[in-house]
């Protein structure tokens, strides 16, 4: 079987993501909710940025602005240099906070719709599908239905329909929360492979700081709401190694930026 | 892990039903109607009710067995069926999608909600002086009085399950790339199915009621129609076993109802 008929590896490389100046805001009632103040950055082609911040600041908002879903109020994001639209980006895989599974769909078609949406024909989704749920581990359950998965599995079910859209843009809305440690360790090992793999440019917002230095290129944290940006903090090779002193060192300063005291115990979670 | 996850699987794949004992399953149905039926015998008894007000229920089944055996009676079960048929397919239909294109579109939404409230609370039985006077008691007046029965309940509650659909669904579907029509029906209708769908069953008793209620004041044939004609003629015991046969076609619709919606748009 030729596993390696992908398109052109080069075609699906990432491009850049630039978000200037954007700033958001919801209608509460009669009252005005200020999301994101102010937030820029650039996520260079093929980079990993890694989004952290409090509860209810905006990761989830800046995601769906990215990804075209909506607007921003003010502000804009350009991916590789035209702003983006609303609506359609094709380039675009997104695994949402909820799994947002089609509850009607076996998880094997969860997946595959999203690819024959895109326009892969029924043959070639059924071989990316397989190939994904692989990756996540759920093989196994690809005729089950949603109502018949954990909460963690059907996260990795979201995870494997954007990931199997070959996206050149990721957008991960904390993708490995609901798993167990254990899991989580193996998920974050199969990401990094498959970053290898292609280089999509990635949007990972999580609230695991370790998860976020051990992934990203660099971290962008936010404040409380409205969200700016703290600091944005250059993740190297050297600081992924948990026994460093410069692992010790980015974990303490990720977390002065949040606010928290570097505590290294109470930080893992949260 | 993974192997233990799918005997879980295996474990749940059957829910519901088939938790008790056959025996169990059909016994307790039958010791509540054993019940009724004991409850109406000993009503009759204790108070010597003569059987021009309360039959017994032997007599009833009598009166039952008479009518089925009748041909009379086969074409009103038809009658009242095809009133029943005809006014609640059109009446779900379109409160479906009156009720779609009200969670679709604000503007249509803002037009069409005052009059679905105005008219929704002016019950059927309300219309059946008029709908008399307009068709007589032709075929196509009662269609209309079901369907403007069922319209109601499914237009209300078709907009709400819509609306009630999880946005993230929605928010997969755009992203995805899924076009308006393919969002609107494939996603969101598709969502709102299962509860449609128990409004559909509860509206079906609803437009049940409109057609006997109907057929009791205005029809020459039908369920209705043989229960008023027994009764003016004082046949009590036919006129119960009209009620009976009214509450067991209409017990026999839902379950029909019920058995389409969980084969076709259930999800296990
Ligand atoms: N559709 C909406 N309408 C109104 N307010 C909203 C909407 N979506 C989000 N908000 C508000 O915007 C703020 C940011 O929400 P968002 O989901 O982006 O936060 P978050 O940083 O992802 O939080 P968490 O870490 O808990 O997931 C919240 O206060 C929320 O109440
Ligand atoms: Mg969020």
Same mark, same amino acid.
């Given at each position: ?45 093929g980079a990993v940025a890694c989004v952290v ?26 991916? =590789? ?126 609230? =695991? ?62 | ?64 067995? =008479?009518?089925?055996?009748?041909g009379e009676f086969w074409d009103d079960v ?21 009720? $779609? ?70 928010? $997969? ?8 029509w393919r969002l609107a029906f494939a996603v ?15 509206? /079906? ?5 409109? $057609?006997?209620? /109907? ?29 009976? $046969?009214?509450?067991?076609?209409? /017990? ?17």
């Amino acid at each position: 079987m030729n596993a390696v008929s992908d398109p052109a590896p080069a075609t699906r490389r990432g491009g850049e993501l630039i978000v200037d100046n954007v700033s958001h805001h919801f209608a509460s009632g009669p009252r005005r909710v200020d999301v994101l103040q102010d937030v820029s950055f650039t996520i260079p082609p093929g980079a990993v940025a890694c989004v952290v911040g409090p509860s209810g600041c905006g990761k989830s908002t800046l995601l769906n602005l990215s990804a075209g879903l909506a607007g921003p109020a003010a502000g804009e994001l350009r991916w =590789d240099g035209d702003p983006v639209r609303l609506g359609q980006n094709r380039d675009v895989g997104m695994a949402f906070q909820q799994p947002g599974l089609f509850p009607w769909m076996t998880v094997e078609r969860n997946v595959a719709v999203g690819l024959r949406t895109r326009g892969h024909d029924k043959r070639d989704a059924a071989r990316i599908t397989a190939e994904f749920l692989e990756t996540v581990g759920l093989t196994e359950f690809k005729d089950a239905y949603p109502t018949q998965l954990s909460g963690g599995m059907a996260q990795r079910v979201g995870i494997a329909r954007a990931l199997a859209l070959q996206p050149r843009l990721l957008l991960l809305d904390e993708p490995f929360a609901a798993v167990d440690a254990f899991t989580r360790l193996k998920l974050q090992q199969e990401f990094k492979s498959l970053l290898k793999l292609s280089a999509p440019t990635v949007m990972f917002v999580t609230h =695991d700081v370790p998860e976020a230095i051990s992934l990203g290129d660099f971290i962008v944290v936010m404040s409380h709401r409205p969200a700016s940006v703290v600091r944005i903090i250059e993740i190297n090779r050297e600081d992924r190694d948990r026994s460093s002193a410069a692992y010790a060192h980015k974990l303490s300063e990720t977390l002065e930026c949040l606010g928290v005291t570097s505590d290294m115990d109470a930080a893992t979670d949260d | 892990m993974t192997s233990k996850e799918a005997e879980a699987l295996g474990k749940t794949t059957r829910p519901r039903t088939g938790s008790r004992h056959p025996l169990q399953r059909i016994g307790l149905p039958l010791v509540g109607v054993v019940l009724l039926i004991a409850t109406w015998e000993v009503t009759v008894w204790l108070n010597d009710l003569d059987s021009i007000v309360m039959p017994r229920p032997m007599e009833v089944l009598r009166a039952l067995g =008479d009518l089925v055996v009748s041909g009379e009676f086969w074409d009103d079960v038809v009658v009242s069926l095809t009133e029943f048929g005809s006014g609640y397919v059109i009446g779900v239909f379109a409160g479906v999608v009156v009720g $779609v294109l009200m969670a679709e579109f604000s503007v249509f939404r803002a037009t069409v909600h005052p009059v679905v409230e105005a008219l929704r609370f002016i019950v059927p039985f309300a219309w059946i002086p008029l709908v008399i006077l307009w068709f007589g008691t032709s075929l196509l007046g009662k269609t209309l009085l079901v369907a403007y029965a069922t319209f109601f309940v499914m237009v209300v509650s078709a907009a709400k399950a819509m609306q009630q659909v999880d946005p993230t669904l929605t928010k $997969v579907g755009r992203m995805l790339g899924m076009s308006r029509w393919r969002l609107a029906f494939a996603v969101q209708l598709r969502a709102a199915a299962p509860t449609i769908a128990s409004s559909a069953r509860a509206a /079906a008793a609803i437009a049940w009621i409109a $057609v006997v209620a /109907a057929e009791y004041v205005g029809a020459s044939a039908g369920l209705g129609v043989l229960i008023i004609n027994a009764s003016t003629s004082l046949q009590t015991d036919v006129v119960i076993a009209g009620m009976v $046969v009214i509450g067991l076609v209409g /017990a026999g619709v839902s379950a029909v109802i019920g058995w389409l919606s969980r084969s076709y748009l259930s999800y296990v």
